[in-house]
Every structure is written in structure tokens, then in C-alpha cells.
């Protein structure tokens, strides 16, 4: 827990969020800017900068992430439409939060490559 860190805040609920999914270890809620019909942002309780130090650090926990994210696509409704996990990590993939999230995006056709 860092005091600073915008998503360790919310998971002290220092901060409000629309929380969908929670565990001991795992917290999941509504992004503020959805690009998506479904967009959901996944993060393990504990804070890790990227998913990169989250995976060396604790691969359960990286695996816990993974398996939240599918019951959060389950739980959205979109499980069968389909649906894209990111993992934004650094500059070029403008991660703007150094807590690790996974973001659960669906409900619309999302084309890749992007454009
Ligand atoms: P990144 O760009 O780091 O992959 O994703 C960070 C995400 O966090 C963005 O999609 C952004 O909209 C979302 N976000 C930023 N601040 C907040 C907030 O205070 N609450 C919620 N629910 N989402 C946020
Ligand atoms: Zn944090």
C-alpha cells in the first residue's frame, strides 16, 4: 500500500469506485472513462507497478488476476460475445496507473489491430 498510489486508494476505499467482483486478494470495478460497453478494471489487493513485476514477484497472484477477469466476463454477460484483457505496461502502451490492472473490455466489436 502506497498513500500516493491512486488504485491502493481506492482499494482502501479511501477513494469511491463501482466495485463488481471482490475477494480477499482481488478487487474489480467500473472504470471512470469506459472505452466499452463492459470495461472493468482488474487489480490484485496488493500493489505491483505493471503486470511484469506482479508475474516475478507472485504468479498465483498474477493467475488470480487472470481468473477474476474471466468471472468478471462471466458476471458482464459477455463471456460468449467475447471479450480483451490489456495489460497496459509503460510509456509506448500509455499506462497511466503504476498499479497493475487488468482491463476487462466488451460488448462491442473491438477491432485489431487497432488503427
Ligand atoms: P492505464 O492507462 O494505466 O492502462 O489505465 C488506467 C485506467 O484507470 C484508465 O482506463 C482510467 O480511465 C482509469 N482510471 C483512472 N482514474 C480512475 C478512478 O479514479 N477511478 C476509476 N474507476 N478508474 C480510473
Ligand atoms: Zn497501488
Known amino acids: 500500500m502506497t498513500s500516493e498510489c491512486l488504485f491502493c486508494r481506492i482499494v482502501a476505499k479511501e477513494l469511491p469506485s463501482t466495485v463488481v467482483y471482490e475477494t480477499e486478494e482481488i478487487l474489480a470495478f467500473r472504470d471512470i472513462n469506459p472505452q466499452a460497453p463492459t470495461h472493468v478494471v482488474v487489480i490484485p489487493k496488493a500493489h505491483y507497478p505493471d503486470v511484469a513485476s506482479l508475474a516475478e514477484a507472485d504468479p498465483a497472484l498474477a493467475g488470480a488476476v487472470l481468473a477474476a477477469a474471466a468471472a468478471v466476463a462471466r458476471q458482464e454477460g459477455v463471456a460468449e460475445s467475447g471479450y480483451r484483457l490489456v495489460f497496459n505496461t509503460g ?15 466488451g460488448g462491442r466489436s473491438i477491432a485489431w489491430p487497432p488503427g
Open 91 to 105: 510509456p509506448d502502451a500509455g499506462q497511466s496507473v503504476f498499479h497493475v490492472h487488468c482491463h476487462v473490455l
